[in-house]
């Protein structure tokens, strides 16, 4: 340091010398500002660059996770059996959002949203029920099923919903397919590779801006630690879901059973449970329900291996949590909803 000090000395009364025998002496340049500059201009091309750099990603509205892909394409809501009979299910590993509401009895059926990862296969797909479509028009889904009854069916086909009935395109070979090891009607299962051609030939969009789910950006430490919360739905039907803690995330079973997804043998595991306590009513003698998905009331939501107390809103459609009239967020990663009559129980184990 010493060294080069001394020799900028030198150099500067060297060329003043120079300058004074010439007679123009050049004036003195401002280093410091020009350096302030330079620095200045440096930061804003870092900052502009860095901004660019975001904008190249995009978040999956019904996941929160960043991608490098469009996220304008159609959500695709489908009805999976969830029989005894139709379990292993495939492809409920890859819904961003499953809802598990009663159908007959004490057996539950899903509603699978899939955005953000459409796997080949999915079902066994099973018929339809309006709450279900209630939900999936919350979402402006298309919404996927395997028959049901003429007055249900028209109620789809006047709710102005996006639909595929497949009733209409039993087992063609390239919408749905039978499979041969399991027997009606829990061997239906949606192809998704004949999707385009389906909704061209009704006339669908295939793209749509979809409004995204809250989604919070650090990890939510509100609420009592959980390892395992289980949900009776009576005395055949129990669904549980434990934390694990280095996954960071809830592993579903169902009656003491794995969830586990036939089509790539994984364990169905998401980040949110959501459980909606609504009114159910039975409405005829084969026990069909209707459930109020309208007037809110109480709830569970277990993230980050915590759970809280909440009440919970119909908001434009979609079933959201809320504590003391304040909107929550969701955790980053894939939701498991679960809809309860006032009978069920859940315990925190």
Known sequence: MRKLTFFSVLVVLFLAACNEEAGAAEPEKNTEKDTEVVEKETKEKVTVEDEETVEDFEIFPLTGERTDEGTNGRILSVMVNNHPKARPQSGLSQADVVYEVLAEGQITRFLALFHSDIPDTIGPVRSARPYYFQIADGYDAVYTYHGASTAINHKVANSGIDYLDGALYDNNGWLFDRSTDRIAPHNSYLLTEGLAKAMERKSYET????????????????????????????????????????????????????TMDRSNDERVSVENVWIIEADHRIIDNAGRRDIDLTSGGNGFLLQDGKMKEVQWKNVEGRLLPFKNNEPLAFTPGQTWVNIIPGNAVVENE
């Open 207 to 258: 793209t749509k801006e979809v409004e995204a789910l809250p989604f919070a950006d650090s990890e939510n430490s509100a609420g009592t630690p959980v390892d395992e919360v289980s949900i009776s739905y009576g005395a055949h039907t129990n669904v549980s879901f434990t934390y694990d803690q280095e996954g960071g995330h809830f592993l579903r079973s169902s009656d003491g059973e794995p």
